[in-house]
């Protein structure tokens, strides 16, 4: 058997981290802590790119699966 990568080598002592450690600290702890409010929308969301309002905006979507969904930014002139 020949001599393992780095890669591997790094990986196996995380798994044997991971392997070691389990019964001790138990598996990953998901959530806040507390209970949580469920997610309300803005009344007025902004856009996290322009700051403008969400309504202004334009969504060109394609056909085509490959191409991305775009977000056209209205000129701020047409915010008021």
């Given at each position: 058997m020949?001599?393992?990568t780095l890669r591997e080598r790094l990986f196996g002592g995380?798994?044997?981290l991971?392997?070691?450690l389990l019964p001790?600290?138990?598996p990953a702890q998901v959530g806040a802590g507390?209970?949580?409010e469920p997610y309300r929308l803005p009344?007025?969301?902004r856009c996290p790119v322009c700051h403008g309002?969400?309504?202004l905006h334009e969504l060109a979507r394609s056909d085509d699966p490959s191409r991305p969904t775009r977000m056209i930014c209205p000129p701020?002139?047409?915010w008021a």
């Open positions: 020949g001599r393992r995380a798994r044997g991971d392997k070691n001790f600290m138990g507390h209970p949580e009344d007025d969301p309002p969400m309504a701020r002139s047409t």
